[in-house]
């Protein structure tokens, strides 16, 4: 026993000397007393892969094009776990291999951890414009009984409010290019009739170009949500998140429909909600709904049933079922 501890002593003292890991510091210490002995050493000693956190910018068919943490540029990174991430997402590379190819760099390895963590994406927030106070009571017919929604119609609207636009980066206008051109809307062209494949590529093209376009993050969850609610979730969620660095804390302002920019922000809210009631967390749900219902009063998306849906507690396979029977 003493000297099995006299063996961890010289092997913890190598680690904080050269700061390996455990493993590697005793494949030395065991090499090293072979040596002395005259016996035969252990193999050759396994290299640890370097792990650096770096925010994924967009998913081609086998890499990944992210930006790491404390270096400039971009980085494409080869690895068999690219569609356990989206853009967005921030993630721990376990780099085993790195190269330059043409002036490009490149590495490969594995990717741990995926998480959504905005504020270190390093993101500027899109500015917010206007500000002007608006009568919603005034401009819109009001809700009114037995509408359910009409008393909190009344609350929302019970007096005048801040109005703000969001920035066109949100909406798809990115920098440089010409005012007719707007990958999420061609996207959405190329979905409707069906090509998916390619509507996701102009998708992921508008996201590294600026991960800030809040409509690609939407589109994107809408191409999952069918089939896969958990990975369209985060998709709206992230782009739900980056909208949200623009708003200051405790914001009462409004971010009506009406306003094609701020669409893609309530996009992410409905389909972050929806996922949401889909999973079950109906409470969750329904603060995603009455929230949306705050921002935008008026409601040209329908949140207003969803919401009195969830509050009564109805489930979504119920409400589906429901749909079914009269559509």
């Known amino acids: 026993m003493t000297a099995h501890r006299d063996l961890k002593r010289i092997i913890r003292e190598r680690q904080g000397k050269t700061g390996e890991s455990y493993t590697a510091a005793r494949v030395h210490v065991m090499r090293e007393r072979a040596a002395l002995l005259g016996l035969?050493?252990?193999?050759?000693?396994?290299?640890?892969?370097?792990?650096?956190?770096?925010?994924?910018?967009?998913?081609?068919?086998?890499?990944?094009?992210?930006?790491?943490?404390?270096?400039?540029?971009?980085?494409?990174?080869?690895?068999?776990?690219?569609?356990?991430?989206?853009?967005?997402?921030?993630?721990?590379?376990?780099?085993?291999?790195?190269?330059?190819?043409?002036?490009?760099?490149?590495?490969?390895?594995?990717?741990?951890?995926?998480?959504?963590?905005?504020?270190?994406?390093?993101?500027?927030?899109?500015?917010?414009?206007?500000?002007?106070?608006?009568?919603?009571?005034?401009?819109?017919?009001?809700?009114?009984?037995?509408?359910?929604?009409?008393?909190?119609?009344?609350?929302?609207?019970?007096?005048?409010?801040?109005?703000?636009?969001?920035?066109?980066?949100?909406?798809?206008?990115?920098?440089?290019?010409?005012?007719e051109e707007n990958p999420t809307c061609e996207a959405a062209e190329r979905a409707e009739v069906g090509d998916y494949v390619g509507a996701r590529e102009l998708l992921m093209e508008a996201l590294g170009t600026d991960?800030?376009?809040?409509?690609?993050?939407?589109?994107?969850?809408?191409?999952?949500?069918?089939?896969?609610?958990?990975?369209?979730?985060?998709?709206?969620?992230?782009?739900?998140?980056?909208?949200?660095?623009?708003?200051?804390?405790?914001?009462?302002?409004?971010?009506?429909?009406?306003?094609?920019?701020n669409r893609p922000f309530l996009r992410c809210l409905h389909g972050y909600g929806l996922c949401l009631w889909r999973m079950g967390q109906l409470p969750h749900a329904r603060q995603v709904f009455e929230r949306i219902l705050s921002l935008n009063p008026n409601d040209n998306q329908g949140i207003r049933f969803c919401w009195d849906d969830v509050r009564r507690g109805r489930s979504w396979d119920e409400m589906q079922a429901l749909e079914a029977q009269h559509p």
């Open 40 to 179: 035969t050493a252990p193999g050759p000693i396994a290299q640890e892969p370097l792990r650096v956190d770096a925010a994924v910018l967009k998913i081609n068919r086998q890499s990944a094009r992210v930006h790491i943490s404390g270096e400039s540029g971009q980085l494409t990174f080869r690895s068999r776990d690219v569609w356990d991430v989206v853009p967005g997402h921030l993630v721990t590379l376990a780099i085993e291999k790195r190269w330059t190819w043409k002036g490009d760099d490149y590495a490969s390895g594995r990717i741990e951890n995926p998480r959504v963590d905005i504020d270190k994406l390093g993101l500027s927030p899109l500015p917010l414009r206007g500000g002007e106070l608006v009568d919603l009571r005034s401009r819109y017919e009001p809700y009114r009984r037995p509408d359910p929604y009409a008393p909190l119609w009344r609350k929302l609207t019970a007096k005048p409010r801040a109005d703000f636009k969001m920035d066109p980066i949100a909406w798809g206008q990115l920098p440089g290019a010409g005012d």
């Open 211 to 261: 991960l800030r376009c809040i409509d690609a993050h939407a589109h994107l969850g809408n191409l999952e949500f069918d089939h896969s609610p958990k990975l369209a979730i985060v998709h709206y969620e992230i782009g739900m998140r980056v909208g949200q660095l623009s708003l200051p804390p405790g914001f009462d302002g409004l971010l009506l429909w009406g306003h094609i920019y």
